[in-house]
């Protein structure tokens, strides 16, 4: 931390009537969980001492206060995520995921030609309607409503509504005054990323995608 942030910390923190760190700093506070968590497990022989990376392990739980799912094959996240984890999230085996996503390859597979030629942002942009899969069981927990969405898309009807509004925000950006503007102050923000066509034997973009 620059030295200078130090006192302007502390002023704001006495400014605002000394409350508790977990209140003042949250993300911090649950920083300072893990790592002392940490040290006292290593000192309790909980965690081995011997495992070097277990120090950076450890620190992937910082991002757990950004996730719903948190999902590794790491025995030592297996063990320690699911303490710092509220209701609201849960923990997924590396192993679990790789097993549905398979399942969910073989599934989208099996349609016909002109359906996967529409490229997967057409017609996998939601899990399966129907079928067992770990990955429908999470979204209908973390994003319940998504099966209603599913059932209204119409596949290319839907990209040929909004692919020319796109175009015409963009066209009226580029348009429009450089400058430079906070982002809080926008009206609309693009952030282009360029996308590949086919990854593997997947079509990603519908016909006539760039």
Known sequence: MPDDLGPRIVKRWKAAGGPALPEF?????????VDLFFQLALGADLISRRRASN??????????????VFVSNDKLHAKTAPLFMNEDQTFVKGDELKIDLGRLDEYYAALPAEVRERGVISFAAYPPLDGNYLTSGLWDRFLPGWRASARSQHGEK???????????????????ERGFADVEDADLVFIQRRVPVRMGKWRLLPPGGK
């Open 25 to 33: 700093a949250p993300y911090a506070a649950h920083v300072l969980c």
């Open 55 to 68: 120090k950076v392990d450890i620190a992937y739980l910082y991002y757990l206060p950004f996730c719903m």
């Open 158 to 176: 839907g990209s040929t509504k909004i692919t020319p509004w796109v175009t015409r925000a963009l066209d009226a950006a580029k348009a429009a």
